[in-house]
Structures are given as structure tokens and as C-alpha cells.
């Protein structure tokens, strides 16, 4: 894995579920109109997400640290004030939680085209 710059900086990670639930909250909500940062309202380090990758995969994937990118923000953090005022939005899911099923998602479907795989060749 590669880390660009020191891997100090900050990111707001938001699981897509939390994504799906925001929309479907917001279309639900009568007079909802305008545009909604989200976010989980939290910061995480890009070396803390490397180490929770690892941990969430149970294999030592090691990584390297490169030039930062040009351009490349320092710090990111979601406000998400207004879209909890206007439909309550709120997440809901962890990042730990959503690496590791994530994690179990790509295991499972590993094995689902390994099957599948496997009985085409039978086929032949």
C-alpha cells in the first residue's frame, strides 16, 4: 500500500450505507431542498486507516510512504450541521465495522467465483 506524504493528514470517511440512508431520509423529508456536506464528523489519519485496513484484512499488508501530491489537502472534516437540521441526519456505521464487512464482502464473493469457476471448468 502506498501513503502519500508523512500519512499525518486527516480524512472524514463515510460508509456508503450511511450514504444510501442520508438520501433516502432527505427524499423522505417534505421541504428538503439545497445541497448536504456528509460526513461521520470525525477525523481519521491516513497511517490510523492503514493499520485498521490491516487489522480488518488479518494480514500484514505492508506500505511505503511516497512524495505527498501536489495539491493534496491537509486536513478534511465534514460539517454536517445542516443536514441533520433539515432531515436528522446521523451516521451510523464506524469505519472499523464497515472495513470489516467490507472485508467479509470481498472473502465471501472470492469464494462465490472460485465455486463459479470451478464448476464452469466441470462443465467442460
Given at each position: 500500500?502506498?501513503?502519500?506524504?508523512?500519512?499525518?493528514?486527516?480524512?472524514?470517511?463515510?460508509n456508503?450505507?450511511?450514504?444510501?440512508?442520508?438520501?433516502?431520509?432527505?427524499?423522505?423529508?417534505?421541504?428538503?431542498?439545497?445541497?448536504?456536506n456528509?460526513?461521520?464528523?470525525?477525523?481519521?489519519?491516513?497511517?490510523?486507516?492503514?493499520?485498521?485496513?490491516?487489522?480488518?484484512?488479518?494480514?500484514?499488508?505492508?506500505?511505503?510512504?511516497?512524495?505527498?501530491?501536489?495539491?493534496?489537502?491537509?486536513?478534511?472534516?465534514a460539517?454536517?450541521?445542516?443536514?441533520?437540521?433539515?432531515?436528522?441526519?446521523?451516521?451510523?456505521?464506524?469505519?472499523?465495522?464497515?472495513?470489516?464487512?467490507?472485508?467479509?464482502?470481498?472473502?465471501?464473493?472470492?469464494?462465490?467465483?472460485?465455486?463459479?469457476?470451478?464448476?464452469?471448468?466441470?462443465?467442460?
Amino acid at each position: 500500500m502506498t501513503i502519500y506524504g508523512d500519512g499525518e493528514q486527516t480524512r472524514d470517511f463515510l460508509n456508503v450505507r450511511d450514504v444510501a440512508m442520508a438520501n433516502l431520509e432527505a427524499a423522505l423529508t417534505s421541504g428538503v431542498r439545497g445541497v448536504f456536506n456528509l460526513g461521520s464528523s470525525t477525523r481519521i489519519t491516513i497511517n490510523e486507516l492503514a493499520r485498521m485496513i490491516q487489522e480488518a484484512c488479518g494480514v500484514q499488508v505492508g506500505w511505503r510512504y511516497a512524495p505527498p501530491r501536489k495539491g493534496d489537502v491537509r486536513h478534511s472534516l465534514a460539517d454536517t450541521s445542516a443536514a441533520h437540521e433539515a432531515f436528522g441526519f446521523m451516521p451510523r456505521v464506524l469505519l472499523a465495522e464497515g472495513l470489516r464487512e467490507y472485508m467479509s464482502w470481498i472473502r465471501s464473493d472470492l469464494i462465490s467465483m472460485e465455486q463459479t469457476l470451478h464448476q464452469a471448468k466441470g462443465k467442460q
